[in-house]
């Protein structure tokens, strides 16, 4: 089975500063990626994925992501953080069953604050 | 497309009493999902339908939980004798096609308390 883990189960940042969330995960075949955003009372919503190709992917709100297959790693990074990015966020992979289906692995989290 | 939907977005219950939950997920998105969210901790896998097949059951999901997608249209999570430990946040999905990496849309969840 997979499994993902989120380094940093809470990070602060200060608005404009670089944000930076780390993912790790375990995968006996070439992986699918993503990243998950949740804001308070809604439900999850996809930032980015990773399936084949270009390592570097980006996603939506200026966030990106990079796979580095060598470090088992897919990491969220955004430039300059804004206000409106304080949010649960959830790196997750895929496994599958053949033909029948995929379940997707969710790590336990990184809640972000921005500080003003 | 108005997303997956989730009713009700609460519900409070005591203990030893019967849940029931419905999801109904964007159209003609063949694949849905169940997942469970306790606090602190990332969704967890229950249970997956293809269309009205159950294809897939987690070892989370005891004998008390049964689902349902009749029509493989909308979805039904039933929780019997429900317990303490079942107080959690539960999370419908859905998707389209049969790609792995597929993107799931997640409802808005139903919150479960067990008093």
């Known amino acids: 089975a997979q499994s993902v883990t989120q380094l940093g189960s809470h990070v602060s940042v200060s608005e404009g500063a670089l944000v930076l969330l780390r993912c790790n995960y375990s995968s006996s075949v070439p992986p699918y990626l993503f990243w998950y955003v949740q804001y308070p009372n809604q439900g999850l919503q996809l930032l980015l994925k990773y399936t084949t190709g270009a390592t570097l992917v980006k996603g939506i709100n200026g966030f990106e992501a990079e796979f580095k297959k060598s470090e088992t790693s897919f990491h969220l990074t955004k430039p300059s953080a804004h206000m409106s990015d304080a949010a649960e966020y959830f790196c997750?992979?895929?496994?599958?069953?053949?033909?029948?289906?995929?379940?997707?692995?969710f790590g336990t989290g990184t809640s972000l604050t921005v500080i003003p | 497309d108005t997303g997956v939907s989730q009713d009700p977005r609460h519900k409070i219950t005591k203990r030893g009493q019967n849940v029931t939950f419905r999801c109904d997920p964007i159209?003609?998105?063949?694949?849905l999902y169940w997942y469970r969210q306790t606090l602190g901790q990332g969704p967890e896998f229950l249970t997956y339908?293809?269309?009205?097949?159950?294809?897939?059951k987690s070892r989370l999901l005891s004998d008390r939980f049964s689902a349902e997608r009749p029509k493989g249209s909308f979805s039904t999570l039933e929780i019997q004798r429900t317990e303490q430990g079942d107080s959690a946040m539960y999370l419908c999905a859905s998707s389209l096609g049969l790609a792995q990496y597929n993107e799931q849309f997640f409802g808005p969840g139903t919150r479960l308390t067990v008093l």
């Open positions: 339908f293809q269309n009205e097949a159950q294809l897939e």
């Open positions: 997750a992979v895929s496994d599958f069953w053949g033909d029948t289906g995929n379940q997707f692995y």
């Open positions: 159209s003609e998105h063949n694949r």
